[in-house]
């Protein structure tokens, strides 16, 4: 990998209904480290976001993970690369039909055959991780609070053990109280499993609470990139005006 770096962003363009959503947008995450992408509506942070873990091309430029370029390998090779990460998007997608062991044994039962004791084991494990107790288990998605969806969303993705894991949003849709609970969660996984954490949000709070670093989206380019106090600080309008409601109060 380029200088140790676990997702690079090099030069990428994405053109988009007429127009350039991104304009040659780079950076790099090195691993460990707990990186947000910020920016108004229609910056492309979610498009951004797919683009880095293979779901979507971008135009122009280059993504590499773990050193690879997703756009010269195989699909098998793709395949292999996208186990050793996990994905939770704004919704969680979790299967409404399956109870929340069933959602987060999911992607082990695509990949791996272990018998019922083991995965019984695996799923109480991933469950305790992220804070859910073990008799949500056997809930419905839809018999949860939406914190404890977000939870559950996140024991799926770290079902298959991954060094680097994008979240979409993580706090949206829950309460102040909620949210900071699930940014707690994460901040002890990160640092407890090492992990690599790229996630996009418009929560002030998660990225004073949660993140090392944040990279700012504006007008197809990175703006600004650093820990947050720094990046609060920059003399530039759209920046001003977003931490403007932290600095009240």
Not at 38 to 48: C, F, N, P, Q, W
Not at 163 to 179: K, M, N, Q, S, V
Not at 218 to 244: C, L, N, P
Request: proline share 3%; glycine share 10%.
């Amino acid at each position: 990998m380029t200088g140790g770096m676990v997702v690079e962003v090099e030069h990428v363009r994405t053109r988009l209904g007429g127009r350039w959503v991104h304009d040659g947008v780079s950076f790099g995450i090195p691993r460990g480290q707990v990186a947000a992408l910020i920016g108004g509506s229609g910056t492309g942070k979610t498009v951004l976001l797919r683009e880095i873990v293979g779901l979507e091309r971008p135009t122009e430029g280059r993504i590499r993970l773990f050193g690879e370029d997703l756009a010269a390998v195989s699909q098998t090779r793709l395949d292999a690369l996208r186990r050793r990460f996990g994905l939770l998007f704004q919704d969680g997608a979790l299967f409404s039909n399956l109870s929340v062991a069933e959602n987060v044994a999911a992607p082990v039962q695509e990949r791996l055959r272990l018998s019922n004791a083991l995965m019984c084991e695996l799923v109480n494990l991933k469950l305790s991780l992220v804070g859910l107790p073990l008799e949500a288990a056997y809930k419905r998605p839809s018999e949860l609070s939406g914190g404890m969806r977000k939870r559950a969303a996140l024991a799926r993705a770290l079902a298959l053990e991954p060094e680097l894991l994008f979240l979409d949003e993580p706090t949206a849709g829950l309460d102040p109280i909620g949210g900071r609970d699930f940014d707690r969660t994460l901040r002890v996984l990160a640092d407890s499993l090492g992990l690599t954490v790229l996630l996009t949000t418009h929560d002030l709070d998660t990225l004073y609470d949660l993140t090392d670093r944040v990279i700012v989206l504006h007008d197809g380019r990175v703006i600004a990139d650093g820990h947050v106090k720094d990046v609060a600080q920059t003399d530039h309008e759209w920046i001003r005006s977003y931490f403007m409601s932290r600095q009240a109060n």
